[in-house]
T-cell receptor, first 114, second 111 residues
């Protein structure tokens, strides 16, 4: 596609509910990243995929967070048993190669846990 | 963790004035630095990527410099317009793939 696409754009979840956030990277991009952005802050790294391999998940805040990219293209970030502190914008980015090349971001999914 | 700082947090200028946005970082072993624009409720739009071997990059009215030894990058926007109003974020690569972001500078250009 022309850019990184994320869905849904907005998600309201009741505390304790599971959510799944989708990311469609730019076609042909090897690397895919998830970031979390709290209000008024810069994005914080969550996890990194090179093709289908999850090479770094050090930024995932807890074991309630899980990400996958089974075929090396679309990725899903899943949050189980959501809590209020999970409320944030979740940004997906992709880049052509794995070595510090320009990252292109999607529009983000704004998650609100009530 | 690499620290990236952007000061001031907010800036208001009249239309036509040149904008100077600052970004500082603590670790001079930076690979690349990328500047982004973020409009309210939107994702990040890449503006410029400065590679470690470069000292500056230019695109239209935008010019970004990188001084690794002093731990600074500056984004210049010439002849600002109301449409330039947004939050500008800088982010650096210190390893192969992970970006470390500043908190951003929110710019308002007054017509």
């Amino acid at each position: 596609g022309a850019g990184v696409s994320q869905s849904p754009r907005y998600k309201v979840a009741k505390r304790g509910q599971d959510v799944a956030l989708r990311c469609d990277p730019i076609s042909g991009h090897v690397s895919l990243f998830w970031y979390q952005q709290a209000l008024g802050q810069g994005p914080e790294f969550l996890t990194y995929f090179q093709n289908e391999a999850q090479l770094d998940k050090s930024g995932l805040p807890s074991d309630r967070f899980f990400a996958e990219r089974p075929e090396g293209s679309v990725s899903t970030l899943k949050i189980q048993r959501t809590q209020q502190e999970d409320s944030a914008v979740y940004l997906c980015a992709s880049s052509f190669r794995s070595m510090n090349t320009e990252a292109f971001f999607g529009q983000g999914t704004r998650l609100t846990v009530v | 963790k690499q620290e990236v700082t952007q000061i001031p947090a907010a800036l208001s200028v009249p239309e036509g004035e040149n904008l100077v946005l600052n970004c500082s970082f603590t670790d001079s072993a930076i690979y690349n630095l990328q500047w982004f624009r973020q409009d309210p409720g939107k994702g990040l739009t890449s503006l410029l990527l400065i590679q470690s071997s470069q000292r500056e990059q230019t695109s239209g009215r935008l010019n970004a410099s990188l001084d690794k030894s002093s731990g600074r990058s500056t984004l210049y926007i010439a002849a600002s317009q109301p449409g330039d109003s947004a939050t500008y974020l800088c982010a650096g690569f210190w390893n192969d793939y992970k970006l470390s972001f500043g908190a951003g500078t929110t710019v308002t250009v007054r017509a």
